[in-house]
């Protein structure tokens, strides 16, 4: 064999090695079409919008740096304009063709011919993928912050107006100690607004943009990567690229704090169902909001509760699946596929809970008489009368305790009531525990033993006492208010830059050739 310096021609056996690189020369699969593509294209509703002005903005910036001729930029612009013109569920994405990238590349190369492949310049598929979800999702947050601020107002409004509502407050279903609807009501504004404080700082993880980021090690078409962040309003860059490209930490934070956020209204929603029954009757569930039985003509059912307990058992879930698939090693698409989808839809069905949460406590009847009824029948200010022997008697309160624990199980078969106990009962109790006088005879017990009283003395800061509930109440809402007031104006700086962009676009592909070079000029102006 004469060896001419060329290399030889790879074996058998190494072609089969080579067939491994470089793009597949068939076409996919049925089964992979039915599976992933499908899947994918299943969310390109969700993706549309970010992905037009995802497209856009890299157009802009290529063009800007000189990497992309005026004609093919000015040909670009106007396919995709059309695209952000068109509905998703009227644009042709289709499994058969991919993912929903390759089904926009197919459209706009029928379109235009081979400059739709300046898109590719410096950038994969999959960064345009992760600012469209960044651009949704940034969306749905800010609307649920938004949600999540209006429920705390409501509960804050509600929790004011019954701060003089008596009611008997409960552990393990059982009376605890007398207080107020409103003293109860507002426990749930708090944990509210911290979700929703957790919902902003993950917001701010999402408003940046990893744009530019390239594969994994950047892209040497562009001097810098502020510009895209710049036309898609996003705060700034992440730094690392690769970074950029591959963590989802800050994903699964939103996850986790809307699956708290629903936790918290779970547990309303399952106080309030139990409330609104006939045993209880201490609330009453509006009609839009409830549901008939079509076989008992006796029935109102809170149907609304049910949804919201049940939307926080399925975000718990999908936070649960999510994390099951973010163990994936690094620079793997597995997490990612799957947060196109799951996370947009867990956000939505988080706010829209929200907002029935919202709507639930904003019309409900609160029965005042009845929880009145309720605290007047019971023994809630137990606690209260072994303190006051503790401290009148001068006993420990272990005794205290004992005796009026004496005194009350012996009062409540007879069939009395915590207002009915006296000064001859507990000393009767006292003799029986300890053999000892409490030195109470004739001593009148009705302050002591009027719930109201009690509640009023509750004067210490979260204390129960109506001005603590009704300062409690003010303070929630001024940081709701506020809350509301910081979603609104990140809601508009999203939507100016959006419409920015999209008004960029069309001035450009209006304008002159020669004066269409200079798309930064125009931007900055704008600014």
Not at 125 to 139: F, G, M, Q, T
Not at 251 to 257: C, D, G, Q, T, V
Not at 305 to 329: D, E, H, N, W, Y
């Amino acid at each position: 064999m004469i060896d001419d310096g060329l290399p030889s021609a790879p074996s058998a056996h190494h072609r089969g090695g080579l067939d491994r690189l470089g793009p597949p020369v068939e076409g996919p699969a049925q089964e992979l079409i039915d599976s992933g593509f499908a899947l994918e294209n299943a969310d390109s509703p969700l993706l549309h919008a970010g992905l037009n002005l995802a497209d856009l903005a890299h157009l802009v910036d290529l063009h800007e740096r000189g990497v992309v001729p005026y004609s093919a930029a000015e040909q670009l612009m106007r396919v995709l304009l059309r695209a952000v013109r068109t509905p998703a569920e009227d644009f042709p994405y289709d499994p058969a063709f991919g993912e929903p990238y390759n089904s926009r590349e197919r459209y706009f190369t029928a379109q235009i011919g081979d400059d739709a492949g300046w898109l590719h310049a410096g950038r994969p598929r999959r960064e345009a993928v992760r600012i469209a979800l960044r651009l949704h999702v940034r969306s749905v947050l800010e609307d649920l912050i938004e949600a999540s601020a209006e429920l705390a107002q409501a509960i804050a409004k509600v929790a004011a107006g019954n701060s003089t509502t008596w009611l008997p407050d409960q552990t393990y279903l059982q009376h605890a100690q007398p207080s107020t609807f409103g003293h109860y009501l507002v426990s749930f504004a708090y944990p509210v607004l911290r979700d929703a404080e957790r919902l902003m700082d993950a917001l701010t993880w999402v408003n940046t943009s990893p744009g530019g980021a390239g594969c994994v090690n950047g892209s040497r078409l562009l001097a810098d990567r502020g510009r895209v962040a710049e036309l898609l309003g996003f705060e700034g860059f992440i730094q690392h690229t690769r970074d950029a490209m591959w963590q989802i930490d800050g994903l699964i934070a939103a996850l986790s704090h809307a699956s708290s956020l629903l936790t918290t209204q779970s547990k309303l929603a399952e106080d309030l169902e139990i409330w609104a029954s006939n045993e209880f009757d201490y609330i009453t569930i509006a009609d839009g909001f409830s549901r008939s039985s079509v076989l008992m003509p006796q029935k109102r059912n809170p149907y609304a509760l049910s949804i919201i307990r049940g939307a926080s058992g399925t975000l718990i879930g999908r936070l649960t699946g999510f994390l099951a698939v973010s163990k994936s090693p690094s620079a793997r698409s597995d997490n990612l596929i799957y947060a196109y989808g799951e996370i947009p839809r867990a956000l939505d069905l988080a706010l829209r809970t929200t907002r029935l949460t919202s709507g639930v406590i904003r019309s409900m009847t609160v029965n005042a008489d009845r929880m009145w009824e309720a605290l007047e029948s019971g023994f809630s200010q137990a606690t209260d009368l072994a303190e006051f022997v503790m401290q009148t008697c001068r006993v420990d309160y272990r005794t205290a305790y004992q005796v009026v624990g004496i005194a009350v199980r012996e009062a409540s078969r007879e069939g009395l009531r915590g207002i009915d106990l006296d000064a001859a009962r507990l000393e009767s109790a006292a003799q029986q525990y300890a053999g000892i006088s409490l030195g109470l005879e004739g001593r009148d017990l009705t302050e002591i033993l009027d719930p109201r009283h009690i509640v009023e003395t509750r004067t210490l800061a979260g204390g129960a006492a109506p001005p603590v509930v009704e300062a409690m109440a003010a303070d929630c809402l001024a940081e709701a208010t506020a809350l509301l007031g910081r979603a609104r104006t990140a809601r508009a700086s999203f939507e100016h830059s959006e419409a920015a962009l999209v008004a960029l676009a069309e001035n450009f592909i209006k304008g002159d050739p020669a004066e269409g070079n200079d798309i930064k000029g125009e931007t900055d102006e704008r600014h």
